[in-house]
């Protein structure tokens, strides 16, 4: 029996990618809310809410899964990360980030490797079996 | 108590003082000392003049009896006259006794009555001084007693020859009332005769006593004055000799170098500070010569502990001093070094055909005249060589100059430097090898990024065109959402073409291989022209001062500033005209060229990242670009020797600095 997931958060700075993401969410129907940030800063705004010392109760829109993309303009994923490490400490729910990218050099794996915020690291371009594998992996409770 | 003090007081007075305090003391002592023989002198005197006096009175008193009896027989009266001219002698003497026996005699009088006893008046005041002193010593009063009596026994002499005057010249005399009278005379003579000798006796007997109790005070006197005198001379000399004593034993102590024994201090006079002084010399004199032993001893521990080998000449050249690191590298024994000459040790090969000794090199060295790095050799006992490195110091002493030689045996650095020559030219060739090759891959790569992104156009023109007739032939019939991925089809295709050929303008920059003059101000207008419909769209205003002439390659500089400036109307503010400012500065081997516009600025963090290729500050729907733009600008600023940085406040706008080194290739 397949449960949905609160929220998905897509975060990369373009358009068509987003629009494709959020095509293949939704076929999959495996979440109740898509979010879509267009830059990093964007989305550490809308998860800062969710944050302790701002103590909002409501959970319903707090993403249990977030897509991450590497390249971006202004801040990119990596910096993304430094800040999400500092925030992260602050929530009282549990958080998937996932790295998708596509970048082919392998340092940027390891380093995704080497850093416990990131869960899981995929290559361009999302896909259904690629969304339900990583659905499997991550929430393998519901799934 | 007071003695300890006086003593005290005496010790810790200064010497003159000391002085000054015995001289008083001792003429104090002898003034007392004439005093008392004065008074003695006088005393003496005095008790002469009573004796004197004693023997005056008798013989008055002799003269008036004897006249008196004279009289008896004679009835004449001028014998009486005369009897009563003598009674006059012990009648002053009477007065005198009366008034000086009195409460309160009046000493006017008294003097009178010694006078009239026919007493020299000289002696009078001394006779009536010892009457009054001394009255209580026994001697004296049992004179007086003596004398009083005999006074009272002559007062009767006065009723009897009354009383015989009275007969005598009745009308008819009884001689035998005459006998009668003149029988109680001998009694009375008699009598006096006797308190006259005791008088006399006692009074001698007095002054004998007196003479022997002043020859006694004198006697005390001077031996108080020679012992006090003496005393003082003792304390006050031990007291110096002992403060000298201490000081001399320290003194002896100290030329012996022993500085623990230290002068005690027994006063504070003169010798104490002295003593004290002393021993503050002593103290400094002590931690000068540890002070000097200790530089002696660093000097020494310094010359050992040197790594080099050091040998101290003089003026001649004769070896003085040498460290145990000379022994080891020479082979040889100190002894067998010290006094011979310098060319034992080392001989200078730079020279060595002059013939001159070392010494004359190392003289030459330390006059200046020796411009030139010297070569040396060490000879060891052996007669073994080894090349040393020596520096030569002057050391200026009082005795004249002294020459310190350090020696350093540089066989081990000798070799190292042949290594590491041969090391270098192993490393330059390899570098050169490697350099060539990192050339030729470098070549290569540039060649596959132009080729590469050359033949990449191909498929895309192929997909860009079919997307098109996608767009031309469908667009609109079948749904919404396939009109939305026609059209990011068609995006990203021309997104993909614009960053391909960014990518190959970046990689071409530099292809250019010959440098030509490039007129700034005609290249300006050029790409003021090429940008003509953008600045007409964004109402931009550029102004430019005069631009020099420099050589460079003209198809990157073109797109420098083509690049920056289209940068700057891109970034411009919502609803704010652009303005752009440029500007070029001379420096000294370079120009400058600046871009200033009122733009949306920079924050501080990101003005090194923007010109690292495809690093983007916005995202695609803000700004337009393939992050390209000022990568190129960098590797053009560098392929003309310069470099780019930009300066800018966030929300007033940027200035972005390139520097042009001119060629001089053309």
């Known amino acids: 029996m397949k449960k949905k997931l609160n929220c998905i958060l897509l975060i990369d700075d373009d358009e068509p990618t987003n629009f494709l993401y959020k095509m293949i969410v939704s076929e999959a129907d495996c979440t109740s809310e898509t979010l879509i940030a267009q830059s990093a800063s964007e989305a550490l705004n809308y998860l800062e809410k969710f944050c302790e010392k701002n103590s909002l109760e409501d959970f319903t829109h707090f993403p249990d899964l977030i897509f991450l993309d590497i390249n971006m303009p202004c801040m990119n994923g990596w910096e993304f990360l430094e800040k999400y490490k500092e925030l992260k400490k602050g929530f009282k729910k549990e958080t998937i980030v996932v790295m998708l990218s596509t970048s082919l050099n392998p340092d940027d794996v390891t380093r995704a490797e080497g850093m416990p915020e990131v869960a899981g690291f995929r290559h361009k371009p999302l896909s259904i079996p690629m969304l339900n594998e990583i659905l499997k992996e991550f929430f393998p409770a519901d799934y | 108590m007071k003695r300890v003090s006086l003593f005290r007081w005496i010790k810790n007075v200064s010497i003159a003082k000391k002085l000054y305090f015995t001289v008083g003391i001792m003429a104090i002592l002898i003034a007392i000392e004439l005093g008392v023989l004065i008074f003695s002198v006088n005393t003496l005197s005095s008790v002469r003049a009573y004796v004197t006096g004693e023997g005056l009175w008798s013989k008055a008193q002799k003269e ?390 050359h033949d990449l156009q191909e498929p895309l023109r192929t997909t860009t065109g079919f997307a098109e007739l996608i767009r031309q032939k469908y667009l609109g019939k079948i749904d919404a959402d ?32 010959q440098a030509k003059k490039i007129n700034c101000n005609e290249l300006l207008c050029e790409v003021l022209a090429d940008l003509d419909g953008l600045i007409k769209e964004s109402h931009a205003e550029i102004n430019a001062t005069e631009l020099p002439t420099i050589l460079g390659y003209p198809t990157e500089i073109k797109q420098l500033f083509q690049n920056l400036i289209s940068n700057a109307i891109k970034f411009r503010q919502k609803d704010i005209a652009p303005r752009i400012k440029i500007a070029a500065e001379k420096n000294e081997q370079h120009w400058l060229f600046s871009f200033s516009d009122n733009g949306i600025g920079i924050e501080e963090k990101y003005l090194s990242r923007i010109f690292v290729i495809f690093q983007r500050l916005h995202t695609r729907t803000e700004y337009e670009g393939s992050g390209i733009g000022l990568a190129n600008c960098k590797k053009i600023a560098e392929l003309h020797n310069g470099r780019i940085w930009a300066e800018s406040e966030p929300g007033k706008g940027s200035t972005f600095y390139c520097s042009i080194h001119e060629f001089e290739h053309a």
């Open chain 2, 64 to 453: 008036a009896v004897y006249q008196l009896m004279k009289y008896g027989r004679t009835h004449d009266e001028a014998d009486y006259e005369k009897f009563r001219e003598f009674m006059k002698v012990s009648e002053g003497d009477h007065k005198t006794l009366v008034e000086l026996g009195k409460e309160n005699p009046d000493l006017e009088a008294a003097k009178q009555g010694f006078i009239e006893g026919r007493n020299h008046p000289d002696d009078v005041e001394g006779m009536i001084n010892l009457f009054r002193r001394f009255h209580f010593v026994s001697y004296i009063s049992k004179a007086i007693i003596a004398w009083s009596k005999a006074d009272s026994l002559v007062r009767k002499f006065d009723g009897i020859s009354k009383k015989l005057h009275t007969e005598i010249n009745k009308t008819n005399p009884s001689q035998d009332s005459v006998n009668h009278i003149l029988a109680e005379i001998d009694p009375i003579n008699t009598n006096l005769t006797f308190f006259e000798d005791e008088f006399s006796y006692t009074l001698g007997e007095g002054s004998r006593w007196l003479e022997y109790v002043i020859l006694r005070l004198l006697f005390g006197v001077a031996l108080t004055v020679e012992c006090t005198g003496l005393l003082l001379a003792i304390t006050v000399s031990r007291g110096i000799q002992r403060g000298l004593k201490e000081i001399l034993l320290s003194a002896q102590a100290v030329a012996k170098r022993d500085f623990s024994r230290k002068a005690k201090v027994f006063s504070k006079d003169e010798i104490g500070i002295l003593a004290n002084n002393f021993n503050m010399m002593s103290d400094e004199l002590e931690r000068s010569i540890h002070e000097i032993e200790n530089v002696q001893q660093r000097f020494k521990n310094l010359l050992e502990s040197a790594p080099d080998a050091i040998v101290i000449l003089n003026d001649s050249g004769v070896i003085q001093i040498v460290n145990a690191q000379t022994e080891n590298m020479f082979g040889y024994s100190r002894s067998e070094i010290l006094g011979k000459e310098i060319d034992l040790l080392i001989t200078c090969i730079t020279k060595k055909k002059n013939g001159n000794g070392s010494f004359h090199h190392v003289l030459d060295i330390m006059q200046n005249n020796e411009p030139e790095e010297l070569e040396w050799m060490g000879i060891r006992k052996d007669e073994k060589e080894f090349p040393v490195e020596i520096s030569f110091r002057p050391i200026r002493m009082e005795e004249g100059l002294l020459i310190s030689a350090a020696i350093r045996n540089i066989t081990e650095k000798k070799l190292l430097e042949k290594q590491i020559m041969e090391i270098n030219i192993n490393l330059e060739k390899k570098v050169t090898l490697r350099t060539n090759e990192l050339e030729r891959k470098n070549k290569e790569l540039e060649q596959f990024a132009y080729v590469a992104s």
């Open chain 2, 482 to 513: 396939a009109d939305k991925y026609i059209s990011y089809i068609i995006q990203s295709s021309d997104r993909m073409k614009t960053l391909i050929k960014d990518l190959l303008d970046y990689s071409r920059i530099g292809r250019e291989t």
